[in-house]
C-alpha cells in the first residue's frame, strides 16, 4: 500500500506538541538522520561540517537510555480475578500480547504517553486486536476537572478512500453519553464526514456492562501522572543531549581518521596531488594523506625542509570527555550515577553504558504503579469488548474485579537470604504477619488470596511432617518399650509459611544448580526453618548425592 503523506495536526497547541514528540518517535525508530544534520548545521561551520563527513548515527543515546529503563515487561505481568474461570482465565492469556506491550512500554517512556486501541474483528484470533498508537498521531479532549480521562479521541490513521491512500480522522465521542458516536473525517472536527464512503456504519456498542455508560476502546498510557492530557516536554533535555553526544562522535570519528598521528609540515616546498573541494563557504584543498603514505615535494629553491608536530589530539581522552557527558545527561532520567556501569574498558566504552540491578528495580519501582492502572483500564475493557462482539464458542470474560501485578528482576539467592532474615526478625517482633511477607514476595495477592495460599502451605507442610514421622507399617499405634510417644505437631507450628518456602527452594536450587554443597544446603534447611534433619534431607531428595 503506498505511504500516505504524514498528516498535520488540526490546532496550533497540538502541531507544536506533535513536533517535540515526533523528534522522539524518529530517535525511537532510529529515523534521526535529517534531525542530526540540521543540529549539526546550527552549531558547527559548514566548512568544518565538510571535513568531519557524514553525521555519525551510530550511538544513539535517547534510545540506549530508554531501552535501559523499559524493563516494565521483561517479565509477563500476572492478571487476577476472583471471577474467573479455568477457561476465561486461559483465554485472557491469550489475548494479551505481552511481547507487543514491551515495544509500547518504550513508546510511553520516550514520549511520555502512548495509547492502545481496542478493536474486533473476527479475522483476528480470537477476536481481538491491541493496536499501539503514539501520541504524534493523536488529538484528544478531557474534562477539566479530569483531564487525563479523555472523552474524545481523535487519530489520523492512513485509509483509502475513492481508490486514494490518505490520512483520515477517526473520531471517538463520548461528550454527550446519549448521542456516543463514531466517525471519519477528511480534517478536523468540523470537516466532511466520510464514514459510509469508508465502511459501513454501525450503531455505538461500546458500553460498560457495569452502568451502561458509553467508554472509548482506547487506554491512554501516561509515564508520570502529571495531572495533564500530554507532557511532551518531560525529557526534552535528553533529545537536546543525544543529538550533542552524536555531534560529538561525529567529530572524535573525524579525529580518529584525520588527526591521531603526527602531522608532517613541510617548508619552501610544495605538496604535488592536492586537490580542491566543495563550494563557497565549504571549499577546501586536501590531499589525502594515511601514516603509510608517501608524500611528493617540490623545492622552491633547494633548501626547503620537512618536519612533524605531534598529533593534535588524543582519541582516548576525548572519548572520556564525551562519555562523563553522556553520564550527566543521564541524570536527567532520574537515574544515580552510582546506578550506571560501563564495559571493561579503560576508555569506558560509552556503548557499554548500561544500569545496574538495584538501578533497574528503583526504575521498576517508579514505573509499577503508572502502567498498573494502565493495564488494569486495559484489561478491563478488553473484557467488554470481548464480551459485547464474542463468538459464542468462546467465554464470557469477568467484567470488573482486575488486579495486574508486575513481577520485579528475580532476586538472587543472597538477596533472598537477606529478605529471608530481615522478615524472620519482623515476624519474631510481632512487626509483620505471614500474609504481609507472601503479599510482599508475591505482588498482586490480595490478603485473602495469601491467607488461603497459607493455609494450603500449612496443609501440605503438615501432611509431609506426619508422612517423616509416622511409625514403620505394621507397627503403627505400638511404641518401642522405653521409647517416647510420637506426638504430632500442630500444622501452624510445624508449617512454613510463603516466603519461607520461597527461600527453601532457592537453597535447593542452588544445590542443585552446584552452588552448594548438599551437606551444607541440607544444614541451611535445618538451621535456618528449625527442620528436622531427617525432614530436611527428604526435602532436597537425590540432589547433590554422589
Known amino acids: 500500500m503506498p505511504i500516505p503523506i504524514r498528516p498535520t495536526a488540526t490546532n496550533d497547541e497540538d502541531a507544536a506538541r506533535w513536533e517535540l514528540t515526533s523528534a522522539r518517535h524518529r530517535l525511537m525508530d532510529g529515523a534521526w538522520y535529517e534531525d542530526l544534520r540540521g543540529f549539526m548545521q546550527q552549531h558547527v561551520d559548514p566548512g568544518r561540517l565538510a571535513v568531519w563527513g557524514a553525521p555519525n548515527q551510530s550511538f544513539n543515546l535517547f534510545k540506549m537510555l530508554v531501552s ?24 485472557l492469556g491469550l489475548v494479551m500480547p505481552w511481547p507487543r506491550m514491551q515495544k509500547h512500554a518504550g513508546y510511553v517512556l520516550g514520549m511520555r504517553e502512548s495509547a492502545v486501541r481496542i478493536e474486533h474483528s473476527r479475522k483476528y484470533p480470537l477476536g481481538i486486536n491491541l493496536r499501539l498508537v503514539t501520541p504524534d498521531y493523536l488529538e484528544t479532549e478531557a474534562p477539566l476537572d479530569a483531564p487525563t480521562l479523555p472523552h474524545l479521541v481523535r487519530e489520523a490513521r492512513p485509509r483509502k478512500l475513492g481508490g486514494e491512500h490518505l490520512y483520515l480522522w477517526d473520531t471517538w465521542d463520548v461528550r454527550d453519553p446519549e448521542r456516543p458516536s463514531f466517525t471519519i473525517r477528511r480534517g478536523g472536527p468540523d470537516s466532511e464526514d466520510v464514514t459510509a464512503e469508508v465502511m459501513t456504519p454501525q450503531e455505538w456498542a461500546w458500553r ?80 589525502a594523506v594515511d601514516p603509510a603514505s608517501l608524500l611528493m615535494f617540490v623545492s622552491k629553491d ?15 581522552r576525548l572519548a572520556e570527555a564525551i562519555v562523563m557527558y553522556q553520564s550527566l545527561i543521564a541524570v536527567h532520567l532520574g537515574i544515580s550515577a552510582s546506578d550506571i556501569t560501563f564495559g571493561p574498558s579503560e576508555a569506558k566504552s560509552g556503548v557499554a553504558m548500561s544500569l545496574t540491578r538495584d538501578g533497574l528495580r528503583r526504575v521498576q ?45 528475580p532476586l538472587t539467592t543472597e538477596e533472598i537470604r537477606g529478605i529471608l532474615e530481615r522478615n524472620a526478625k519482623l515476624l519474631e517482633l510481632g512487626l509483620k504477619s505471614e500474609v504481609d ?50 506426638v504430632e505437631e500442630k500444622a501452624s507450628d510445624t508449617a512454613l509459611n510463603g516466603a519461607q518456602v520461597t527461600a527453601a527452594q532457592g537453597i535447593i536450587m ?34 547433590g548425592d554422589p
Open 302 to 316: 633547494g633548501r626547503g625542509s620537512v618536519g612533524s608536530i605531534a598529533a593534535s589530539i588524543d582519541p582516548m
Open 510 to 543: 542452588s544445590v542443585a544448580a552446584g552452588e552448594l554443597p548438599r551437606g551444607t544446603g541440607v544444614a541451611m534447611l535445618v538451621e535456618f526453618f528449625n527442620l528436622d534433619p531427617v525432614a530436611a534431607e527428604r526435602l532436597m531428595g537425590e540432589i
Open 208 to 287: 460498560s456492562p457495569v452502568d451502561q455508560r458509553p467508554y472509548l476502546p482506547w487506554t491512554v498510557y501516561h509515564a508520570a501522572d502529571a495531572g495533564v492530557p500530554w507532557d511532551p516536554a518531560e525529557w526534552h533535555e535528553l533529545v537536546h543531549g543525544t543529538l550533542s553526544v552524536a555531534m560529538l562522535w561525529t567529530f572524535w570519528m573525524h579525529a580518529v581518521k584525520e588527526a591521531s598521528w603526527d602531522q608532517k609540515y613541510a617548508i619552501d616546498l610544495l605538496l604535488q596531488g592536492v586537490e580542491n573541494r566543495g563550494r563557497g563557504r565549504a571549499a577546501h584543498s586536501r590531499v
Open 437 to 486: 511477607v507472601l503479599i510482599e514476595m508475591e505482588p498482586g495477592l490480595s490478603r485473602d488470596e495469601a491467607m488461603a495460599q497459607l493455609r494450603g502451605v500449612a496443609q501440605e507442610r503438615a501432611a509431609l511432617r506426619r508422612s517423616v514421622t509416622a511409625p514403620p507399617p505394621g507397627v503403627a499405634g505400638r511404641p518401642t518399650a522405653g521409647a517416647a510417644p510420637v
Open 68 to 91: 535501559q529503563v523499559n524493563c516494565i515487561y521483561d517479565e509477563e505481568a500476572s492478571v487476577r480475578n476472583n471471577a474467573f474461570t479455568p477457561e476465561s482465565e486461559k483465554l
Open 365 to 409: 519501582r517508579r514505573y509499577f504503579p503508572q502502567f498498573r492502572a494502565g493495564d488494569e483500564e486495559l484489561v478491563q475493557k478488553i473484557a467488554w469488548v470481548h464480551n459485547a462482539f464474542r463468538d459464542p464458542v468462546l467465554p464470557a470474560l469477568p467484567t470488573e474485579g482486575y488486579r495486574v501485578a508486575h513481577t520485579s528482576l
